[in-house]
T-cell receptor, first 118, second 112 residues
Framework: DTGVSQNPRHKITKRGQNVTFRCDPISEHNRLYWYRQTLGQGPEFLTYFQNEAQLEKSRLLSDRFSAERPKGSFSTLEIQRTEQGDSAMYLC????????????????FGPGTRLTVL | AQSVTQPDIHITVSEGASLELRCNYSYGATPYLFWYVQSPGQGLQLLLKYFSGDTLVQGIKGFEAEFKRSQSSFNLRKPSVHWGDAAEYFCAVGAAGNMLTFGGGTRLMVKP
């Protein structure tokens, strides 16, 4: 397994445009998380899925943001009508369900998608 | 609500010197604690984790951390720093199976 992958790695867009990012988790992981990291800050939780169900959303996730995981495998994060304040690194992580196979919930992170809104 | 504070934004140490990065957390129950490292252009890599048991945990790359409940701390240590350790380090606290709350990070610079 090559780990968590994210595409694209970089995205430059103009204010008002829509963007979509993709995350492919580690294949046996049924939990998938999205975080946002702005320059000089730690990652902040946005949302997470268990299989295809979106179980929790942060208040950071405004109405312009939507995330899906339609078949419980890859996930997409869409930002509509982008604003300059959306410029950040968007990180995806995946993990096993808590307690599965005797394992604790260790999250494995992808390399991130860096979004720049002009 | 859970929170994590990393009091030191930047730390510079000489190669071969010892290192301690501070982390204080606030969490209402038994915390699950993590240290991650992030190199430029890279994702976050887990260094070590604490769930229960022995309060001194060993991680990868020669790092260790000690959980002190009375001080709400989970400081990261390394006896001898290598230039390759220069990176940003994040402490995080997590609820069982759910989201992680990260500190603001500490940027480590290593002098030759």
């Amino acid at each position: 397994d090559t780990g968590v992958s994210q595409n694209p790695r970089h995205k430059i867009t103009k204010r008002g445009q829509n963007v979509t990012f993709r995350c492919d988790p580690i294949s046996e992981h049924n939990r998938l998380y999205w975080y946002r990291q702005t320059l000089g800050q730690g990652p902040e939780f946005l949302t997470y899925f268990q299989n295809e169900a979106q179980l929790e959303k942060s208040r950071l996730l405004s109405d312009r943001f939507s995330a899906e995981r339609p078949k419980g495998s890859f996930s997409t994060l869409e930002i509509q009508r982008t604003e300059q304040g959306d410029s950040a690194m968007y990180l995806c992580a995946s993990s096993l369900e808590w307690g599965a196979s005797g394992a604790h919930n260790e999250q494995f992170f992808g390399p991130g998608t860096r979004l720049t809104v002009l | 609500a859970q929170s994590v504070t990393q009091p030191d934004i930047h730390i510079t140490v000489s190669e071969g010197a010892s290192l301690e990065l501070r982390c204080n957390y606030s969490y209402g129950a038994t915390p699950y604690l993590f240290w991650y490292v992030q190199s430029p252009g890279q994702g976050l890599q887990l260094l070590l984790k604490y769930f229960s048991g022995d309060t001194l945990v060993q991680g990868i790359k020669g790092f260790e951390a000690e959980f002190k409940r009375s001080q709400s701390s989970f400081n990261l240590r390394k006896p001898s720093v290598h230039w390759g350790d220069a990176a940003e380090y994040f402490c995080a606290v997590g609820a069982a199976g759910n989201m992680l709350t990260f500190g603001g990070g500490t940027r480590l610079m290593v002098k030759p």
